[in-house]
């Protein structure tokens, strides 16, 4: 039985206020991922690309919105990050860069079987061993904090 029962049933909490351990122990995973991605030679765009992606097919607003900031720090192109969603109709991404996102597509969507055989022939032609392991670790932590913000209903704020 909850605590709250003075709420309207699309009230939400922030789970990640309210459970701040667990949170933070996604935080510590997700900068571990980090290390893992750099050490493997991921740039930072890539794991950008692969965190919006991911939010993109999970419909994650607020993760969106954070990411799409991170990418273009992290020296993204506005024009990438526009046709991001259709990468497949496009010239404008890498072999390495569309191996990693159809592996973080594979990690996110259920698919059959020789499909994912499909997607890691791929990926085994262009990525190393440590960067698909760290392209699937992206994808695990980006699903698990979609899965915090859209639970949680994180507002994304008009930026000023």
Not at 16 to 38: F, G, I, M, N, W
Not at 58 to 81: F, P, S
Not at 91 to 105: D, G, H, M, S, V
Request: glycine share 4%; hydrophobic share 45%; net charge neutral.
């Amino acid at each position: 039985m909850s605590s709250h029962a003075t709420g309207t049933a699309t009230q939400r909490i922030f789970i990640d206020k309210q459970s701040p351990k667990a949170y933070h122990a996604l935080v510590q995973t997700s900068e571990a991922v980090r290390a893992t991605a750099a050490d493997a030679g991921l740039d930072r765009t890539v794991v950008e690309l692969i965190n919006l992606r991911v939010s993109q097919i999970n419909g994650c607003a607020y993760c969106l919105n954070v990411h799409t900031r991170a990418a273009l720090r992290a020296g993204e192109t506005a024009q990438r990050l526009g046709v991001l969603a259709a990468w497949r109709d496009t010239e404008l991404f890498t072999p390495a860069e569309r191996a990693a996102l159809a592996l973080a597509e594979a990690t996110t969507e259920s698919t059959d079987a020789a499909a994912q055989e499909t997607v890691w022939a791929g990926a085994r032609d262009v990525l190393t061993d440590d960067q698909i392991s760290a392209v699937i670790w992206v994808a695990i932590t980006i699903n698990a904090f979609n899965r915090v913000s859209i639970m949680s209903k994180h507002p994304v704020r008009t930026e000023r």
